[in-house]
């Protein structure tokens, strides 16, 4: 399996990456980020809304790993949608980051009745090469198509809640037949499938955690990863998921554990 996707903007993008939400004090995050870069991981998932860019920007400096080799994700959050001062927004991304572009920059919510012109925003910042590659989040199949509709830039990326016990196998569907690359916040549920019997049995038979089975699961969909452990032991579990498969049965057993449940927001709730 390869390690990365090539976006629709051409860029690569790891298929494993470091999510940093609740990773906040200063030593924590610069710590996970020293960690996880020394074990190979690229990708460090962060957002305006985790209050946390200035620390990532540390650890960034911190981890001694080229500019270039690293592959930074920022969100803007829907405040700054409603008032509109996306360019604004995002300059502060970038001053608190410490960098002069992202790799990817990415709408966090579809907040009604702003995300296109917020899109449209994000497609100058994209042209002006501050942002390597641009995409959404949370964002569902009309959604998508209004952007596609009303734009030039199809979202390289669509990040989107998925783990075994919430398999959006349609939007999931739908974004990889239009080329974009779907990634999976919240991989382990927040630990909500880590007990599962189902997950153990597998689990035994490969000696892996559940951890990463359900993360090799994810990645079997053609869907990339982003767990965020800011322990070092995890860290490494988390990505030691690249050297083993699980064969069409285990698959669809693990298919059958999806029951909708979703361990981070709904996005009616968070739309309004
Ligand atoms: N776009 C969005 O709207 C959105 C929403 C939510 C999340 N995200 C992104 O996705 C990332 C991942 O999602 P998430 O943080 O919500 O949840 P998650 O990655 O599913 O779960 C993280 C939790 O699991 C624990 N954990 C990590 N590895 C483990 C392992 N191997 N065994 C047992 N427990 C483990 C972590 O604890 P420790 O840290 O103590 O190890 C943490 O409490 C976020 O950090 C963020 O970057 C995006």
């Known amino acids: 399996m390869d390690l990365n996707f090539t976006l629709n903007s051409g860029t690569m993008m790891p298929k494993l990456g470091l999510g940093l939400y609740k990773a906040v004090s200063e030593g ?126 199809v979202p390289a990326v669509n990040q989107i809640e998925y783990h075994p016990l919430f398999n959006q196998d349609s939007i999931r569907t739908y974004c990889q037949n239009l080329g974009i690359a779907v990634q999976a916040y919240a991989p382990l549920a927040r630990g909500a499938y880590l007990d599962k019997d189902v997950l153990k049995k597998i689990a035994q038979k490969y000696n892996r955690s559940t951890a990463q089975i359900g993360l090799r699961w994810i990645l079997q969909k053609g869907i990339g990863v982003i767990p965020k452990s800011v322990h070092l032991d995890r860290i490494l579990q988390n990505s030691q998921i690249f050297d083993f498969e699980l064969d069409d049965l285990e698959m669809a057993t693990i298919d059958s554990l999806n029951e909708g449940y979703r361990s981070a927001s709904i996005p009616e709730d968070m739309q309004i």
Do not use: M
Request: some cysteine; glycine content about 8%.
């Open 28 to 153: 924590e995050v610069v710590q996970a980020i020293k960690d996880a870069s020394t074990l190979g991981y690229r990708l460090f998932d962060t957002a305006s809304a985790y209050k946390n860019e200035e620390e990532v920007g540390l650890g960034l400096k911190a981890c001694g790993i080229p500019r270039s080799e690293l592959f930074i994700t920022t969100k803007i959050w829907n405040t700054a949608q409603r008032i509109g001062n996306v360019e604004g927004a995002f300059e502060r991304s970038l001053e608190r980051l410490g960098l002069d572009y992202v790799d990817l920059y990415l709408i966090h919510w579809p907040v009604p009745g702003c995300y296109l012109d917020t899109w449209h925003a994000l497609e100058k910042i994209y042209k002006s090469g501050r942002a390597r590659a641009i995409g959404v989040s949370n964002f569902n199949e009309i959604q998508i198509q209004d952007i596609i509709d009303h734009s030039e830039t």
